[in-house]
């Protein structure tokens, strides 16, 4: 969410230097591919969700893991915490639609290599890191440039 | 006439916000199948709300979705006032008005100019408009001027655009800053004409489907109905029926054993005088609706904010420990409602009907209408389900809200 807000500001520089590949809010995105950076937000309920994470984690060079969700598990892991009675309300959902026994926070599951946290994440390190991110590949071609033409 | 039969998965749609899917099924020319899935996973926020304190119920059920978060937590604000009996005082109702508008600023801007515009351009998102066309740029900008804008009055008057942190049981925590005042105020002005520009495109938008559906909105203190019968905030769950959906995470109701709509449609199509070609049943004219929304919030807001004068005041506090109560809102995408048992301060159980269970019945019955409708025609499956898409864009769903926790006995 805050990643979409983040563009009110950012949108005419980021845009010329972001393709937004595989995010779905952006766009009927195409399958998963080798990627620069993977922005992942929320925290693992169940198999199938680790699987992507893990395909993820294969195929991006660095992962971010953004909002508390994803970088401590909760508050989607508060079911983690539940007493008997209300583990047995929700034994039934949790049954139904193949839920993980855990919640499991990305790192759980994968290498994490930043994460911002907070609920909502901070903002201002969002915005700190993309910058960071985009200073370094700046580096990394005009390096490459310069080994191609000497 | 040709016999279509066909099967039709949809995975992850795009644009909307969270995860959704469809299966759709067209056997000999009968739509067999037609499942409206809602596939975020559960974060069970009515359960893991027992137990905790009362005055904490806003900040934690918020979380329930970034998006709409202070939506509920004006809802559940207004839940744990009517259970201890609290009545916010006029000022403290003037600044949650201005939260809202910031909401309903951000929110509707969020949905019309990056999940539905790029399909009035055929584009796959409004990142692929080229900055260079001036018509294009135009549109890049204003999304992203008009949404900004919201996120600046609900900074000024919550504290922050996601999980504000001034609202609170009882009133508010912090007032607007004087000097901030006049600066939003601008803000909001400038955007107008984008706003103007916004409701021309959807005004002109010749995509048409209509509904035979009862809706149902906040209108004068009450839910009201199509045909005017209104009834009390209190007695508004009484009247709806939950159905379970097998397939869906999310929950599902019925009003007089019926699908029902809710939201921006339904708000301009119950107002008193609404503008041309409110009332409507098309259902495209959601999107239509909430543009319009987007310019009453800013001019209500102006107006506000150019008369008001904020003066610090405490949160009204209660006498009371213990009661039940409920807290009734129209947030963004429609009816929200909130429902809290508190004893001794500490919340016992919970209940939140949001928009998008509400509304769920009805986008699976407007989806076999469009594709009955294909079925007369050639069928080709790309247009089909690109067509599916853009109507379920159209409901502005939110899967985030949809998925929380109600209790389900499966059959």
Redesign the interface.
């Known amino acids: 969410m805050l990643m979409i807000e983040a563009l009110n500001a950012h949108w005419q520089d980021w845009t010329k230097k972001i393709d937004f590949k595989y995010a779905n809010v952006f766009r009927n995105s195409p399958p998963l591919g080798p990627m620069d950076v993977a922005f992942v937000e929320g925290a693992i309920s169940s198999i199938k969700q680790a699987e992507k994470l893990k395909q993820i984690r294969s195929l991006a060079k660095t992962l971010v893991a953004i909002g508390a969700c994803a970088v401590t598990g909760h508050p989607s892991a508060q079911r983690n915490l539940f007493n008997p009675d209300q583990q047995a309300a929700i034994k039934p959902i949790l049954e139904k639609f193949s839920y993980n026994d855990k919640v499991q926070k990305l790192s759980d599951l994968v290498t994490v290599d930043h994460q911002i946290p907070g609920c909502p994440m901070d903002e201002s390190r969002f915005v700190e890191l993309i910058n960071k991110f985009v200073d370094e590949f700046k580096l990394k071609m005009q390096n490459e440039k310069l080994k191609t033409t000497t | 006439m040709h016999q279509v039969n066909l099967d039709l998965s949809l995975q992850?749609i795009?644009?909307?916000?969270g995860g959704a899917g469809l299966d759709l099924s067209i056997s000999n020319n009968v739509v067999t199948k037609c499942e409206f899935k809602i596939t975020e996973?559960?974060?069970?926020y009515t359960?893991?709300i027992?137990g905790k304190t009362a005055l904490a119920a806003p900040t934690?059920l918020a979380?329930i979705c970034?998006?709409c978060s202070n939506a509920h937590i004006l809802a559940a604000c207004k839940a744990v006032e009517s259970a201890l009996k609290i009545t916010p005082s006029r000022q403290t109702q003037i600044l949650r008005r201005l939260v809202m508008n910031g909401l309903y600023i951000?929110d509707h801007a969020?949905h019309l100019y990056?999940f539905v515009l790029?399909d009035l351009f055929n584009k796959?998102?409004?990142?692929?408009f080229d900055?260079k066309i001036p018509e294009e740029h135009q549109w890049?900008d204003d999304a992203?001027?008009v949404?900004?804008a919201g996120?600046q009055l609900s900074i000024l008057v919550g504290g922050?655009?996601?999980?504000a942190p001034y609202p609170q049981v009882g009133g508010f925590n912090h007032f607007p800053d004087s000097t901030q005042i006049p600066i939003v105020i601008t803000k909001l002005q400038s955007v107008r004409p984008a706003v103007i520009r916004l409701i021309q495109i959807f005004t002109d938008c010749p995509w048409s489907q209509n509904q035979d559906v009862p809706y149902l909105a906040l209108k004068n203190g009450q839910v009201c109905n199509s045909d005017n019968v209104c009834i009390r905030q209190t007695d508004y769950r009484q009247h709806l029926t939950h159905r379970i959906l097998?397939y869906s995470?999310a929950s599902a109701y019925v009003y007089q054993n019926r699908p029902y709509l809710t939201g921006a449609l339904a708000r301009l199509n119950l107002a008193k005088n609404p503008p041309p070609p409110f009332p409507s049943h098309n259902l495209y004219h959601n999107n239509l609706a909430q543009a319009v929304e987007i310019l009453n919030a800013i001019d209500d807001s102006v107006a506000v904010l150019q008369s008001a004068e904020f003066t610090p005041e405490s949160p009204i506090k209660s006498t009371l420990s213990s009661g039940e109560g409920s807290g009734l809102i129209e947030a963004p995408r429609g009816i929200l409602y909130h429902r809290l048992t508190i004893k001794d301060m500490m919340v016992t159980d919970a209940e939140i009907l949001v928009p998008t269970g509400q509304n769920q019945l009805c986008i699976e019955n407007d989806i076999k209408n469009l594709v009955n409708n294909h079925l007369h025609g050639v069928l080709n499956k790309n247009t089909l389900r690109h067509e599916i898409?853009v109507l379920i864009r159209a409901y502005d769903p939110c899967m985030s809200c949809a998925s929380h926790?109600l209790?389900?006995?499966?059959a």
């Open positions: 992850e795009s644009k909307i916000e996973y559960k974060r069970f359960q893991a027992k934690l979380r970034g998006t951000r969020l990056l790029p796959n998102s409004l990142l692929d900055e890049l992203f001027s949404k900004d996120n922050r655009s996601v999980h097998t995470q898409e926790f209790k389900i006995k499966w």
